[in-house]
C-alpha cells in the first residue's frame, strides 16, 4: 500500500535537492530535480542537458545526504536516477536506506504539518503522483478556447528566441526551456523499479549531440496571426513562466522549510562536535557545520514565509562561526609550531620563530570570550600552549648559554696559548693548565640537545690535546722545581756544617747538592739558574774535602795526644790547630819527675835518673811522631808556660 504523501512536499524536496546540488556542485552542471513516491519508494530522478554528461557519483553524494539530512517521514527507501533529458533509460542509478536520527524526530522545533497554500501553483513537467493529478496553470495569452497548437508553437518559437540569446540569459533558464520541451519519455512513469546493476554508479555513454526537437509546426497559412506578434506573445509568457519557476523554486517558499530544520540540526552537531573537540580537524568540522547552516539559512529569500526566522538565526550562526575563527587560527599555528619543533635541536633564530607561533596561539585563545561555546576548549588548549611556549623558552636559554660558553671557551683558549708564549716558571704553567681545564669543562657542559654540541666536542677534543701538552710542561717545571729547591737547601745545609766544623757532613751535603743542581731538566725554567750552582758547588766541595783533610788530620793529632797525655798522672795538655801543635807539660807531671829525680840523685840512685831520663826521651819522640804524623810545629811548654823545645816536621 503506497503511503499518502502531500504533492507539495515531494515538489519542495524536489526543490530542496535541486538547490543543493547548484550549491554543492559550485554551477558546474545545471541540474533539474523532480520526486515521486511509488511503491513506497522516493524515486529521485535528477536530469541535466544532452550536451554535457556529468558523472554519477558527486551528484548521487550530494543527493545522498541531503535526503538524509532532510529526514523524510513518508518513506525509508530512496532510489536516485541521472538521465539526460529526452532519453527514457537512466545513464546510472543507486539505491540507499535513510536512517532515522532520533534528534530530528525529537526536535520541538520543526513543523512538518504545515498546510500549503500553493501545492497547486507549480508542478514540473510530466506526469505526477495520482494524488498530484490536476490541471496545469494555463500559460496561454489567449482565450480557453484557443487551440493548444497555438501555445505549442508559441513555446517552439520561444525556445528558439532563447536559444540564440542564451549568452545573456541565465544558466538555469536553459535548463528549464529544455525541460519544457521535453517529451513524454521525460516523466518519471517510464522509470523502473528493478533492482539496478551491481554496478549502479556506472554510466552510460554519452551523448554527444541533442537530438532534434520533435515539434509539430503550425502552418503559417492557417494561422490567423503575425510572426512577430505570436513570438512576442510567447515570449511574455516565457518571462513570465521563468519567473513564476524562479521565484517558487527557491528554499522554503512552498510547504515545509526542510532548510531551518538542517540548519539548527547542523548548529547542535556544531556545539556537540566543539565539546568533544581535540584536534584542529573537530574544529574544522564545527566550523563547516556552521558555515553550511548560515548557507541554508541565506538561501530563504525575503517572500518565503520563512525568511523573518532564518534572519533571527542567521546572525547567532554567523556569530557561532566567528567566534571559532580565533581558535581554529590559534591552533593552525600551534600545529604548525609543532610541525617546526620536529628533529631538534635548532638554532637560538627557528625557536624564536617557532615560539613567535606559540605566542600567536596564546593570543589568539585569549581572544576568545567566556559566553563562547569553544571556551572550554580556549583555555585547555591556552594552558597546553603556555606550556610548549615555556618549553620553547627554555631551548631558547640553553642554546643562548651553549653559544656564550662556547664563545668563552674559545676566548680562554686564546688566553691560554697567549700566556703559553711567554711562559718561564711553575706557577705560569699551572695557570695555564687550570684556563685549559676551565675551557674544557665549560664545553663538556653543554647539553647534547643543544645545537653546539657537535662543535663544542670538536673542541673538547682539540684543548684535551694541547691541555696534555701543557701538563706535561708543567710537571717538568716542577721537577725541576724540586730539584733546583734540593739543591739550594742542601748547600745551605753543607754551609751550615762547615761553620760547625762538620766537614765530613758538610762535604756529603756539598756532593748531594752538585748532584741536585746537575739534574734539572734542560729547557726548564730553573735549569739556567741551575747552572752557575754547579760551578759554585763544585769549588765548595772541592774546599770541604781540603779542610775534611785538615780536621782528619787534626783530629788524629788530638787523639794521638790524648792517648799520651792523658795517664796517671796525667802529662800534658794540648791545642791542635792548624798553625800546630802546642803541648803544656802539667805542674803535677812535673812535680812527679823532679822529685823522682832528686830522690834519686840524693840516694844515688842511678837507675831511677836513667830511667827517668828515657822517660823524658820516650815522650819527646811520641810528641815529635804525632807532629811528624799531622805536618803541625810542634811546641813544649813547662807547666810554667815557659818555651822548653820546639819541632818542626818535615815537608811531605
Request: a negative charge; aromatic letters at 6%; proline letters at 6%.
Amino acid at each position: 500500500m503506497q503511503t499518502a504523501v502531500r504533492p507539495s512536499d515531494l515538489q519542495e524536496l524536489a526543490k530542496f535537492l535541486q538547490e543543493r546540488l547548484q550549491a554543492e556542485l559550485a554551477g558546474e552542471v545545471k541540474l533539474q530535480v523532480r520526486c515521486m513516491l511509488q511503491n513506497d519508494i522516493l524515486l529521485v530522478l535528477a536530469q541535466h542537458s544532452q550536451s554535457f554528461a556529468p558523472e554519477a557519483q558527486p551528484i548521487f553524494q550530494v543527493l545522498k545526504q541531503t535526503i538524509q539530512e532532510a529526514q523524510p517521514e513518508f518513506t525509508e527507501k530512496v532510489r536516485l536516477y541521472l538521465r539526460a533529458v529526452g532519453q527514457k533509460q537512466p545513464r546510472a542509478v543507486h539505491d540507499f536506506i535513510i536512517e532515522k536520527s532520533p534528534a530530528w524526530l525529537d526536535n520541538p522545533n520543526l513543523n512538518d504539518d504545515e498546510e500549503d497554500d500553493f501545492d497547486d501553483l507549480f508542478r514540473w513537467l510530466g506526469k505526477t503522483s495520482p494524488e498530484s493529478e490536476e490541471p496545469a496553470a494555463d500559460l496561454r495569452s489567449e482565450p480557453e478556447e484557443a487551440p493548444q497548437e497555438n501555445i505549442s508553437s508559441a513555446l517552439f518559437f520561444s525556445e528558439e528566441i532563447a536559444a540564440e540569446n542564451s549568452d545573456e540569459s541565465p544558466s538555469s533558464n536553459n535548463l528549464v526551456t529544455e525541460a519544457e520541451t521535453e517529451s513524454d519519455s521525460d516523466s518519471m512513469e517510464d522509470l523502473s523499479l528493478e533492482e539496478p546493476p551491481s554496478q549502479s554508479l556506472a554510466e552510460t555513454e554519452v551523448i554527444d549531440e541533442p537530438p532534434v526537437l520533435q515539434k509539430q509546426r503550425l502552418n503559417t497559412e492557417e494561422f490567423s496571426l503575425s510572426p512577430k506578434l505570436l513570438i512576442a506573445a510567447g515570449g511574455v509568457i516565457i518571462v513570465a513562466f521563468l519567473s513564476s519557476l524562479y521565484a517558487f523554486s527557491r528554499p522554503c517558499v512552498i510547504g515545509s522549510c526542510p532548510q531551518i530544520k538542517t540548519a539548527k540540526q547542523l548548529s547542535q552537531e556544531s556545539n556537540q562536535t566543539i565539546k568533544k573537540a581535540k584536534q584542529i580537524q573537530d574544529v574544522e568540522k564545527a566550523k563547516q557545520k556552521l558555515t553550511t547552516a548560515t548557507k541554508l539559512l541565506g538561501s530563504i529569500p525575503p517572500w518565503s514565509s520563512y525568511h523573518s526566522e532564518a534572519q533571527k538565526l542567521l546572525p547567532s550562526y554567523q556569530n557561532q562561526a566567528n567566534l571559532i575563527d580565533p581558535i581554529l587560527m590559534a591552533m593552525k599555528k600551534a600545529d604548525e609550531a609543532a610541525e617546526s619543533s620536529q628533529n631538534p635541536p635548532h638554532s637560538v633564530e627557528k625557536w624564536q620563530e617557532i615560539n613567535s607561533l606559540w605566542n600567536q596561539s596564546v593570543a589568539l585563545l585569549k581572544q576568545v570570550p567566556k559566553n563562547s561555546p569553544v571556551y572550554p576548549l580556549a583555555q585547555k588548549k591556552l594552558l597546553n600552549y603556555r606550556d610548549y611556549s615555556a618549553e620553547i623558552n627554555h631551548r631558547i636559554k640553553v642554546e643562548e648559554t651553549s653559544e656564550n660558553r662556547i664563545v668563552a671557551a674559545k676566548q680562554a683558549a686564546q688566553t691560554a696559548e697567549l700566556r703559553q708564549v711567554s711562559a718561564r716558571s711553575l706557577e705560569n704553567w699551572q695557570e695555564i693548565e687550570s684556563i685549559w681545564e676551565k675551557a674544557i669543562a665549560t664545553l663538556s657542559s653543554i647539553p647534547r640537545t643543544a645545537t653546539g654540541n657537535e662543535e663544542a666536542q670538536q673542541l673538547v677534543d682539540n684543548y684535551q690535546t694541547k691541555l696534555a701538552i701543557v701538563r706535561d710542561r708543567k710537571n717538568q717545571e716542577r721537577i725541576s722545581a724540586n730539584i733546583y729547591s734540593q739543591s739550594i737547601t742542601l748547600a745551605s745545609l753543607a754551609q751550615s756544617q762547615e761553620q760547625r766544623n762538620q766537614w765530613s757532613e758538610a762535604v756529603s751535603s756539598w756532593r748531594r747538592a752538585l748532584t741536585y743542581a746537575q739534574q734539572v731538566p734542560k729547557g726548564t725554567f730553573y735549569y739556567t739558574q741551575s747552572q752557575p750552582l754547579i760551578d759554585s758547588y763544585s769549588s765548595a766541595l772541592n774546599q770541604a774535602q781540603d779542610r775534611l783533610k785538615v780536621a782528619l788530620v787534626l783530629q788524629k793529632a788530638n787523639t794521638d795526644l790524648n792517648r799520651v797525655c792523658n795517664v796517671s798522672p796525667k802529662i800534658c795538655e794540648h791545642i791542635v790547630t792548624r798553625q800546630g801543635i802546642k803541648v803544656y807539660l802539667t805542674p803535677a807531671y812535673v812535680n812527679s819527675v823532679r822529685r823522682t829525680a832528686m830522690s834519686a840523685g840524693i840516694n844515688g840512685d842511678a837507675n831511677t835518673l836513667a830511667g827517668v831520663d828515657d822517660h823524658l826521651k820516650t815522650l819527646q819522640s811520641a810528641l815529635e811522631a804525632i807532629s811528624e804524623n799531622s805536618v803541625l810545629p810542634l811546641e813544649i811548654y813547662d807547666h810554667t808556660r815557659a818555651l822548653i823545645g820546639k819541632y818542626n816536621p818535615k815537608p811531605n
